[in-house]
């Protein structure tokens, strides 16, 4: 008897440790920067798919769609605070969409000029909210990087020049990071835009087509310029627009 109910136990014990071990390798995908348990679209949509494990062994699967993810897919979305090392999946998967762009279609802009630009309700770095309405009649620059961009570190400095140089204009930075990963970063580098942090929004503007992304709006709330990555080039066709626009 003693040996019968031991082998239940046994088995018990054995059932549990499987199931804990099952849900601990269940997968976890990446589609533009938003967590799924399972793929939301037909495979047929996807057009790229990346193997990401962190230093800590969480692994997940960065995919790229052909169209931008519907929001009925969306809602299959699964909190960043249901992933271990979220920010770092985050940063992994950044890093290597932009390594690997030059290999990607761009996705249609998702934003163009002569739009209005949407609503937006975000958070700066010490916890302050920011709405559409505190920009009204201001010309505003959002540009949108994450801490493992390597472009996006370099040209910090000169966005900083041009805040210094154009005061009266609304410059936010933005990345989906949470402010602990964020501030070591801006303060290294003295970057002096308003910082918003755990952007769920302006990132679903990027798609595939790289980072940074850096967009004017004119006093009218209608965007005027959008640039994906970075070159000198852009900076100062970006800085040549907002000039005209204050």
Same mark, same amino acid.
């Given at each position: ?6 082998? #239940?136990?046994?088995? *018990?014990?054995?059932?549990? =440790? ?9 997968? #976890?995908? !990446? #589609?533009?920067? *938003?967590?799924? @348990? ?7 949509? %996807?057009?790229?798919?990346?193997? !990401? ?17 519907? /929001? ?6 699964? =909190?960043? /605070? &249901?992933?271990? &090392?979220?920010?770092?999946? *985050?940063?992994?998967?950044? &890093?290597?969409?932009? @390594? ?8 249609? /802009? ?8 949407? @609503? ?12 559409? /309405? ?9 540009? $949108?990087?994450?801490?493992? $961009?390597?472009? $996006? ?5 000169? *966005? ?12 936010? =930075?933005? %990345? ?6 964020? @501030? ?9 835009? #308003? ?10 503007? !990027? ?22 990555? %970075? =070159? ?9 627009? !907002?000039?005209?626009?204050?």
């Amino acid at each position: 008897m003693k040996k019968y109910l031991f082998a #239940i136990a046994f088995c *018990l014990v054995a059932m549990a =440790s499987y199931a804990q071990n099952a849900k601990a390798t269940e997968a #976890i995908y !990446i #589609i533009e920067g *938003l967590f799924f @348990r399972e793929v939301p679209v037909d495979f047929s949509l %996807t057009d790229g798919v990346m193997s !990401i494990k962190t230093a800590n062994g969480t692994q997940a699967y960065g995919m790229s769609v052909k169209e931008p993810l519907s /929001e009925a897919a969306k809602k299959f979305a699964v =909190s960043e /605070e &249901e992933i271990p &090392e979220a920010d770092v999946l *985050l940063e992994m998967y950044q &890093e290597r969409l932009g @390594r690997m762009k030059q290999s990607y279609v761009a996705t249609e /802009e998702l934003l163009k000029t002569g739009d209005k630009f949407p @609503r937006f309700v975000a958070y700066d770095i010490d916890g302050k909210e920011w709405r559409s /309405e505190d920009v009204e009649g201001k010309v505003m620059v959002l540009n $949108c990087w994450f801490t493992g $961009c390597e472009p $996006c570190r370099a040209e910090m400095p000169e *966005l900083s020049q041009w805040k210094n140089e154009m005061p009266d204009v609304m410059f936010f =930075s933005a %990345t989906y990071e949470k402010p602990e990963t964020a @501030r070591p970063v801006l303060e290294k580098i003295g970057f002096n835009w #308003i910082h918003l942090v755990r952007d769920k929004q302006f990132k679903n503007y !990027i798609g595939n087509n790289g980072y940074p992304m850096t967009i004017v709006v004119d006093k009218n709330g209608i965007i005027a310029q959008i640039e994906y990555g %970075t =070159s000198p080039l852009q900076r100062e066709s970006l800085k040549k627009t !907002i000039q005209n626009l204050r």
